[in-house]
């Protein structure tokens, strides 16, 4: 029996005739737990199996974090409480939880735990490379002091896959995440990413969006400390019949923190992108700063673009900027490459993938990363 899920919804939700507050999917698919698979495990990084384990009593996973992007929205507050207890996001604590969220935790009984303690050198790569409908979850604990890079790449062609993964920072810890994304045509993706970041923790969040047929990528932070940061950088290109929604939510708790969301991509052909890119400022969260910045290069007619920069704010003394620049390639530009010899559809095809490849250069230097660099221009080929 098919059921239909409402996803990705907006903390605060505008008309609904513009059909922009939320995603929905619908699947009758029977999911399977999913684990990634990684051929090195860097020294400083240990995995838990069992996730009552002592060492990380001090985190409630599930209540922390909440639900996500697997949200049900509010009628009228969308996804974000009026009142935030102990600081904490506190969705998956309301009274009623969306069918995602208890498909997950009926899946899923103990979620694999990675720690993070030291400086870790090495980037640590996981991979989803399977046909195989099913759900992933991984939670990742930052020590205090510590610091890594962690790549997720997903490929394949499942139809229908769900993805969480949840990253706790402590004290002065730094995390970067990337995630690179090259599912096949046919596949269906839920993607969801939090962070929790206490006192002088720095996140940064870097993801690549090329594949699939309908992806949802959702992102919730939370800056619980005093000058916590988090920056997040995402390219895409989304082309034939693909639909790409994508809502990325940045709340400010702590004093003094500060927020930078960049997202920058392609569509063409027939393809739907929605963009909900929210900044919160919370009460208390005095001199704290939030930018975010969307560019959309349109290259058809027939391409849908939905734009939904919000920023929240229950405090005086913050700063918050956003914007939005949707359009064609401007005639500068087609002159300067039709005066060498390219024609408009070759200046259209360089120009976005010009734009994935500048994100593709912030992974790391290593020799692994360099392969996952060939498999995104190789995609990009296709």
Request: glycine share 6%.
């Amino acid at each position: 029996m098919e059921k239909k899920y409402t996803i990705n919804a907006a903390p605060a939700l505008t008309w609904n005739w513009l059909k922009s507050n939320c995603d929905t999917i619908t699947t009758d698919k029977i999911l399977t737990e999913l684990t990634p698979e990684y051929s090195v495990l860097p020294e400083g990084i240990s995995v838990l199996n069992n996730s009552n384990n002592s060492a990380e009593a001090q985190i409630n996973w599930d209540k922390d974090f909440g639900s996500g992007v697997f949200n049900i929205p509010d009628k009228k507050y969308g996804d974000s409480p009026k009142s935030a207890q102990n600081a904490r996001i506190t969705t998956a604590a309301k009274e009623t939880k969306d069918d995602v969220t208890n498909l997950i935790s009926n899946t899923i009984k103990s979620p694999i735990i990675f720690t993070v303690k030291g400086t870790v050198e090495q980037p640590f790569i996981l991979k989803l490379n399977q046909d195989t409908d099913g759900i992933s979850v991984q939670n990742i604990h930052i020590l205090e002091n510590s610091s890594a890079n962690i790549i997720f790449v997903y490929s394949g062609n499942p139809a229908l896959q769900l993805v969480q993964t949840r990253i706790f920072l402590e004290e002065n810890a730094k995390v970067k995440i990337f995630k690179i994304q090259l599912l096949g045509k046919d596949s269906a993706q839920l993607d969801d990413t939090q962070f929790i970041a206490k006192d002088n923790a720095e996140a940064e969040f870097v993801q690549i969006e090329l594949g699939g047929k309908h992806v949802d990528s959702g992102l919730h932070t939370s800056l619980l400390g005093y000058k916590a940061s988090f920056n997040s950088k995402v390219g895409y290109l989304c082309k034939e019949n693909q639909q790409l929604d994508m809502n990325h939510i940045v709340y400010h708790f702590g004093q003094k923190t500060e927020c930078d969301m960049q997202v920058n991509g392609t569509i063409k052909d027939d393809a739907i992108k929605s963009y909900r890119g929210t900044i919160d400022f919370k009460n208390g969260c005095c001199g704290s700063k939030g930018n975010e910045m969307e560019e959309t290069l349109i290259l058809s007619p027939r391409a849908v673009n939905k734009s939904l920069p919000v920023i929240l704010c229950d405090e005086e003394d913050v700063e918050g900027e956003h914007g939005a620049t949707i359009g064609r390639l401007s005639s500068d530009i087609l002159f300067y490459m039709q005066s060498r010899g390219i024609d408009e559809k070759q200046a259209e095809e360089i120009m976005s993938k010009a734009k994935i490849q500048a994100i593709s250069d912030l992974l790391p230097e290593s020799e692994a990363c360099e392969k996952i660099k060939e498999e995104i221009l190789s995609f990009l080929g296709n």
